[in-house]
């Protein structure tokens, strides 16, 4: 494996995390819920709302650029700050000022999207907003394996994997009441992140590292950390791929379902925001359940394996009821489904990976970073990868496009049998 940083003695002696109070776990949540707001807000609505805007004839290949690179960005950052954050001496702690230097940018990048207007500007403040939410969220990720211990993470868990589908609701309401003001409809999501994680940079502890066990980095060693050996972390590897092809299913309705509604289906794009919405209020339920209920049920069983069966399950009935949908209500039902199976699939994915962790006392936010690929990379790969499908029979082809993602779903569900450190 290619390592950047031994652990020193005094990080490879140090116990697993004790258990976390009730409070500790609704200010992290909270951290969790206010920044997906400001991740799914562009990814689901505003960013297609604005790039139509600003050119209406290419707005889809505008879209797949926009995100695609914006996503790459933040596949190279997010393991870099990974590892810095593991090895940061600051009297704030490891994670803190990463969380802290986020913000800015995060604001940034939302105003320059929202001024400008051609699709190169709009690309420029995405950019500069995946920079910023790589120093976010990846310390953010790694709080789970740095202070939850094993026997606490499916619940722990449980509340995070629905709080993208709280945020994806608030965004679509955002857009409701924001879209005609670009500047606000950027800036608001970005405002509710800094204030909800700030509130978690006050009150969380964070363990200041000595200058003794730091890991010596350098640029070769930190160019040589951005990878690692799937034949000696085999569980690890066969986690991260299952999420990949879980959220590369995913990724293809998230990101194309304005258009799906609008050009496939007929809708104005008024109404759409509204009929979102109520997707997404109807899948906040399906989601919190499937999350919480599953998150408990396997720290109970002690089994992780069997909910990713399911999670992967729901979303094929997902995908094939949309893909033959003719109205609203059938993109409706289906999308329950999926959303279903998102929180069931989030709560118990996020608690695997942290119980097959490589170096978790360590090494936790490398990994975590690494990790965060599987779901970033999609959001890359997706809308390159969609307009070829789209294309199949002479353009608009959106049915095959969620066959072809029901079929990912399969490969997602069937990806975790292999994992030997998990049941």
Same mark, same amino acid.
């Given at each position: 494996?290619?390592?950047?940083?031994?652990?020193?003695?005094?990080?490879?002696?140090? &116990?697993?995390?004790?258990?976390?109070?009730?409070?500790?776990?609704?200010?992290?949540?909270?951290?969790?819920?206010?920044?997906?707001?400001?991740?799914?807000?562009?990814?689901?609505?505003?960013?297609?709302?604005?790039?139509?805007?600003? *050119?209406?004839?290419?707005?889809?290949?505008?879209? &797949?650029?926009?995100?695609?690179?914006?996503?790459?960005?933040?596949?190279?950052?997010?393991?870099?700050?990974?590892?810095?954050?593991?090895?940061?001496?600051?009297?704030?702690?490891?994670?803190?000022?990463?969380?802290?230097?986020?913000?800015?940018?995060?604001?940034?990048?939302?105003?320059?999207?929202?001024?400008?207007?051609?699709?190169?500007?709009?690309?420029?403040?995405?950019?500069? &907003?995946?920079?910023?939410?790589?120093?976010?969220?990846?310390?953010?990720?790694?709080?789970?394996?740095?202070?939850?211990?094993?026997?606490?993470?499916?619940?722990?868990?449980?509340?995070?994997?629905?709080?993208?589908?709280?945020?994806?609701?608030?965004?679509?309401?955002?857009?409701?009441?924001?879209?005609?003001?670009?500047?606000?409809?950027?800036?608001?999501?970005?405002?509710?992140?800094?204030?909800?994680?700030?509130?978690?940079?006050?009150?969380?502890?964070?363990?200041?590292?000595?200058?003794?066990?730091?890991?010596?980095? *350098?640029?070769?060693?930190?160019?040589?950390?951005?990878?690692?050996?799937?034949?000696?972390?085999?569980?690890?590897?066969?986690?991260?791929?299952?999420?990949?092809?879980?959220?590369?299913?995913?990724?293809?309705?998230?990101?194309?379902?304005?258009?799906?509604?609008? *050009?496939?289906?007929?809708?104005?794009?008024?109404?759409?925001?509204?009929?979102?919405?109520?997707?997404?209020?109807?899948?906040?339920?399906?989601?919190?359940?499937?999350?919480?209920?599953?998150?408990?049920?396997?720290?109970?069983?002690?089994?992780?394996?069997?909910?990713?069966?399911?999670?992967?399950?729901?979303?094929?009935?997902?995908?094939?009821?949309?893909?033959?949908?003719?109205?609203?209500?059938?993109?409706?039902?289906?999308?329950?489904?999926?959303?279903?199976?998102?929180?069931?699939?989030?709560?118990?994915?996020?608690?695997?990976?942290? *119980?097959?962790?490589?170096?978790?006392?360590?090494?936790?936010?490398?990994?975590?970073?690494?990790?965060?690929?599987?779901?970033?990379?999609?959001?890359?790969?997706?809308?390159?990868?969609?307009?070829?499908?789209?294309?199949?029979?002479?353009?608009?082809?959106?049915?095959?496009?969620?066959?072809?993602?029901?079929?990912?779903?399969?490969?997602? &569900?069937?990806?975790?049998?292999?994992?030997?450190?998990?049941?």
């Amino acid at each position: 494996m290619s390592d950047t940083a031994h652990p020193s003695p005094a990080i490879a002696a140090a &116990g697993p995390p004790p258990r976390v109070g009730g409070g500790f776990i609704a200010v992290y949540v909270l951290a969790y819920l206010g920044l997906y707001v400001a991740v799914m807000t562009p990814l689901l609505v505003s960013l297609a709302i604005r790039l139509q805007q600003i *050119d209406p004839a290419g707005k889809e290949t505008a879209l &797949g650029l926009v995100v695609g690179v914006g996503t790459l960005v933040n596949i190279v950052a997010s393991p870099v700050v990974g590892m810095l954050s593991d090895n940061t001496t600051s009297r704030l702690g490891r994670r803190r000022p990463w969380m802290l230097a986020g913000m800015p940018l995060l604001i940034a990048g939302a105003v320059i999207i929202a001024t400008v207007e051609s699709v190169s500007g709009a690309l420029v403040g995405y950019v500069v &907003g995946q920079i910023g939410l790589s120093c976010v969220i990846t310390p953010l990720v790694a709080i789970m394996p740095d202070q939850v211990p094993e026997e606490q993470r499916g619940k722990v868990g449980g509340l995070l994997g629905f709080t993208a589908q709280i945020a994806g609701v608030g965004g679509f309401q955002i857009a409701g009441m924001l879209s005609d003001s670009p500047l606000l409809l950027f800036l608001t999501p970005v405002l509710v992140a800094c204030v909800t994680v700030l509130l978690l940079v006050v009150v969380m502890p964070d363990r200041r590292l000595s200058e003794a066990e730091r890991g010596a980095l *350098d640029f070769a060693g930190l160019l040589r950390g951005l990878t690692f050996d799937p034949r000696r972390h085999r569980d690890f590897s066969w986690t991260w791929m299952g999420r990949f092809l879980i959220h590369f299913s995913l990724m293809f309705l998230s990101t194309y379902q304005l258009y799906f509604l609008t *050009d496939h289906l007929g809708y104005e794009l008024g109404e759409v925001t509204g009929l979102l919405a109520i997707t997404g209020g109807i899948g906040l339920v399906m989601t919190s359940v499937g999350a919480i209920a599953s998150g408990y049920l396997s720290d109970r069983l002690r089994r992780r394996k069997v909910f990713i069966y399911l999670a992967a399950a729901l979303f094929v009935v997902g995908f094939v009821i949309i893909a033959f949908a003719s109205s609203f209500t059938s993109v409706l039902v289906g999308s329950q489904f999926i959303l279903f199976g998102a929180g069931v699939f989030g709560a118990v994915d996020l608690a695997m990976v942290t *119980d097959v962790l490589p170096n978790r006392e360590s090494e936790a936010g490398k990994f975590m970073s690494i990790f965060g690929i599987a779901s970033a990379l999609p959001q890359s790969a997706a809308p390159v990868v969609a307009p070829f499908v789209l294309a199949v029979g002479g353009g608009g082809n959106y049915p095959l496009l969620f066959l072809v993602a029901a079929g990912i779903a399969v490969a997602g &569900g069937l990806s975790v049998r292999p994992i030997k450190g998990v049941r």
